[in-house]
């Protein structure tokens, strides 16, 4: 494993969860993180660094859970070691790293760590659409909302307290959260076009944007695509959850944080543990990871898949013209 930060502590149990797999060391600039993560994970091997883990070790495969900048040379790094590769998102930091990287690598066996689109209540209502229990799609509506972002009454912002790295990143929402649910719409509904995009900053702490209005078109018939983010909502929970709406000639689709329902002739109701629902999607994203390598099957988020989300992102910050502010 590459990276002993903040998502170490979901891909961990991920894979300590498959009997048929074991993380044998990790890495991290941080040596005292890497050391946190073995200890609390009975990893026996540490390294400061991805080329001496590699010298020093005999792998089958590589996890790549470093910063989203790193990710094409830690790809390259695993390749050209004979491994197959698990990167998490994205696979690069624009869509022409990834394009370049894509066109290199080929047919490697490289797996993108898209894993929002393996939450249980998704993989259920991708069932249910593939049913055609909702009928022909009229218009889709998803909105990710959260205060997290609004000072609390010690005057912190929980967003920021969770997740420091936010405050650094030049394109924050789009490409560190909502790309999970341009993919997850895609895992859904099949290839979408941007429309138009629309972004914004809440506050100075942060120098992305935090806000974001997309407006998408379904490729095959070009019903409307809505996705409403906003980390800065009062009255919005800290946390943030996904609320869904697929309007359809015969029903619709609704989830409301994890919450399934299907609202028409033949109502539907299923609920999912937030905590246990939240995990699996890593453990079952690792799961499909290492079934693909046993079986020799294609992975579900391969590179080239990739690219038709980056590119919707991409063109979401071309479209808007917004421009982060640095801080000084």
């Not at 998102?89 to 689109?117: C, F, Q, S």
């Not at 936010?166 to 490409?175: A, G, I, N, Q, T």
Request: with cysteine; hydrophobic share 45%.
């Amino acid at each position: 494993m590459i990276g002993a930060g903040w998502v170490t502590q979901y891909h961990l149990p991920g894979w300590r969860a498959r009997p048929d797999a074991r993380v044998v060391a990790i890495c991290d600039p941080d040596i005292a993180a890497a050391q946190a993560r073995a200890e609390a994970f009975g990893i026996p091997a540490v390294y400061e660094s991805a080329d001496a883990m590699l010298a020093g070790e005999a792998l089958d495969c590589l996890d790549v859970c470093s910063p989203r900048e790193s990710h094409p040379a830690d790809v390259r790094r695993g390749l050209a070691n004979g491994l197959a590769v698990l990167c998490q998102k994205p696979l690069a930091p624009t869509l022409p790293a990834a394009v370049r990287l894509v066109a290199e690598i080929g047919d490697a066996r490289v797996m993108v760590h898209e894993n929002w689109r393996f939450r249980p209540y998704y993989r259920r209502l991708h069932g249910w659409l593939g049913e055609g229990a909702v009928g022909s799609v009229r218009a889709v509506r998803l909105e990710f909302h959260s205060s997290g972002m609004l000072p609390d009454e010690t005057g912190a912002r929980p967003a920021l307290v969770r997740q420091p790295f936010f405050r650094r990143l030049e394109r924050l929402l789009v490409m560190e959260v909502l790309i999970h649910h341009i993919d997850t719409l895609r895992f859904l509904l099949g290839e979408l076009d941007l429309e138009s995009a629309w972004l914004s900053r809440s506050n100075d702490e942060i120098v992305g944007e935090d806000v974001a209005i997309l407006r998408l078109r379904r490729r095959i018939d070009g019903a409307p695509v809505d996705i409403w983010g906003n980390l800065a909502v009062h009255g919005a929970p800290p946390a943030p959850v996904d609320r869904l709406w697929i309007h359809g000639e015969a029903a619709t689709a609704q989830l409301d944080g994890t919450d399934l329902r299907l609202i028409g002739p033949k109502e539907r109701t299923e609920r999912f543990d937030p905590a246990t629902s939240y995990q699996a999607a890593y453990s079952d994203a690792i799961a499909h990871f290492l079934d693909c390598l046993r079986e020799g099957s294609p992975f579900e988020t391969n590179p080239v898949d990739n690219l038709e989300t980056l590119r919707i992102v991409e063109a979401a910050y071309a479209t808007s013209g917004f421009q982060a502010t640095r801080q000084s």
